[in-house]
């Protein structure tokens, strides 16, 4: 369990880590290229693709949930059955989003444009491609999901490195400032299609599972008790699209969209946090589901409890240090384009925002393994929209800061009551949870951000490698203080075991 476990979490590490590396050389030549409004432009349309993946209706988890479900029974029947069930569907949504967008490439393109010109055809192009690269989307997430389901996330990975990569490579080549919207959109949009091809043959060969996209295995019974389950997880979808993606919709509608980038390069770069916690948990969701198909109740605690352990203490320090760095970072990487004190309150207040739902970073995953996640069905909408309105209110009163402060609110108020949703299934008390998995880390995070906020006081990051220095310097404070303070005897020695490859007790430690 563990060693596969520990090979899809790395593998997603590595994805990460390739993304965050290309972003920060690619994203200041795309604004470049691109020009303040089509950048802008782009990430607007991106986040209307976002809303629009709410019409999978939750079936992206869906799948994944039940790919290892029967994975875990040995239904191979069943498998195939869920596999033709949901690629029929999906087709289906990725035709219907599709033709939405060549309908507004052929009737309405002028909306997109900067000011009245001549440049209708570019963006007839670009909305023409968009709809290309949302047809092929939709269904390659059932094949996605089906690996994750069966916990095979370095397939897929490997796929997703190669692409980011590529497409960067031919932008660097061939972007030019006239070229720069349609080529990156082309190329996503093949990519996409590359990635439905190869992601369909890689559940194929036996060892994987033999999975076939024989579409006459469609059954509406199979399609309608997924929706069922899935209903669950669109609706706390749909909250997270509008939480994630309204802001620069609504500073595109309500300020331009040259205004877009000012919000989402600090965003981009504080979501980085965000991107690690999720990537480092992603594959326990169909852990979650294996075991407790399994009867497995006492062993999910165990490594619920000291997972979120560790993670809250990676979260923790990221979120302190994002927050002391990034600013002075930013005025590098972007070579002075953004206004300082703008750029620092959006950062400390995103990373409120990322920081404080993820101390508790496998409610969603565990609940819904268990089918218990209907509490996020409850609760998410009533803050995304609470989200959304303040965000509208802040942004028109104090300008695109106001998109941040819109944010924060409404996850102080959630945040604990999925906590205590988690808790009462996991058979602990809040109190507990608090005292074993987010105290321990508040010393050590204090700690090393003491060191690093005197570091940019008294040194000045002024440079990448005073920032890197910083960065390191930090982290190695927090790893020592972290090791020596808040992991206890028997968690080292269990840690140090699995490093070790040596024999230890069936799970890891924790309360009986």
């Known amino acids: 369990m563990l060693k596969r476990l520990l090979i899809n979490t790395g593998s997603n590490v590595v994805q990460l880590v390739v993304s965050m590396v290309v972003t920060f050389l690619m994203a200041p030549f795309y604004l470049e290229m691109m020009g303040h409004h089509d950048y802008g432009l782009r990430e607007m349309v991106l986040a209307l693709i976002g809303y629009m993946g709410m019409m999978d209706l939750g079936m992206r988890p869906t799948v994944s949930r039940f790919a290892s479900m029967h994975n875990a029974h040995g239904d191979r029947e069943q498998l ?25 490439a052929l009737w309405f393109p002028s909306i997109l444009l900067e000011q ?26 059932v094949s996605e999901s089906f690996l994750e389901g069966l916990q095979r ?37 093949a990519f996409a299609l590359i990635k439905l091809i190869l992601f369909s043959l890689m559940l194929t060969p036996g060892r994987v599972g033999a999975i076939y996209p024989d579409l006459r295995e469609f059954r509406w019974p199979q399609l309608r008790e997924m929706l069922q389950f899935g209903s669950k997880s669109f609706i706390q979808g749909a909250a997270q699209k509008i939480e994630t993606m309204s802001d620069r919709l609504v500073i595109g509608a309500l300020l331009g969209p040259s205004m877009v980038p000012i919000y989402t390069i600090p965003f981009t770069l504080v979501g980085y946090v965000n991107s690690i916690t999720m990537t480092l948990s992603h594959a326990f969701m169909p852990l979650f589901s294996d075991l407790n198909a399994r009867g497995q109740a006492h062993r999910i605690k165990r490594v619920y409890l000291l997972s979120s352990k560790v993670l809250v203490g990676l979260v923790l320090p990221m979120g302190l240090g994002v927050s002391l760095v990034g600013t002075p970072f930013i005025e590098i990487w972007m070579k002075g384009q953004f206004d300082p004190e703008t750029v620092n309150a959006i950062i400390v207040l995103i990373a409120l925002y990322i920081v404080v739902p993820k101390l ?7 609940l819904t393994a268990i089918n ?7 609760v998410a909408p009533i803050a ?5 309105g303040l965000s509208v209110w802040a942004v028109t009163e104090i300008g695109v800061i106001g998109a941040a402060l819109g944010s924060v ?76 303070l808040a992991m206890n005897r028997d968690e080292r020695q269990w840690l140090v075991a699995r490093i070790r490859r040596q024999p230890v007790s069936d799970g890891p430690p924790g309360d009986d």
């Not at 590529?166 to 006239?178: D, E, F, H």
């Open 80 to 104: 195939i059955r869920v596999y033709a069930s949901s690629l029929v569907f999906m087709i289906a949504i990725g035709i219907l989003l599709a033709l939405f967008f060549w309908l507004w």
């Open 116 to 141: 009245d010109g001549s440049e209708t055809r570019k963006y007839t192009l670009f909305l023409m491609i968009i709809g290309i690269q949302v047809m092929f989307a939709f269904p390659r997430f």
């Open 153 to 189: 996330y370095y397939l897929k990975n490997v796929i997703n490195i190669t692409g980011t990569v590529g497409i960067s490579v031919l932008s660097y080549l061939y972007m030019t400032p006239a070229n720069a919207l349609l080529l990156f959109t082309g190329l996503s949009a």
């Open 360 to 366: 508790n970073p496998f409610a969603s995953r565990y």
């Open 372 to 378: 218990e996640h209907g509490i996020f069905a409850r």
């Open 384 to 388: 995304a929209l609470a989200n959304l």
């Open 409 to 484: 609110f409404p996850v102080f108020v959630v945040t604990p009551i999925f906590l205590r949703k988690a808790c009462h299934h996991l058979g602990i008390t809040m109190s507990q949870y608090v005292r074993r998995c987010l105290l321990p880390a508040v010393i050590p995070t204090l700690i090393m951000g003491a060191v690093v906020l005197w570091l940019r006081v008294e040194w000045g990051l002024t440079g990448y490698g005073r920032i890197v220095a910083a960065i390191l310097l930090g982290a190695a404070i927090y790893g020592l203080a972290f090791w020596g």
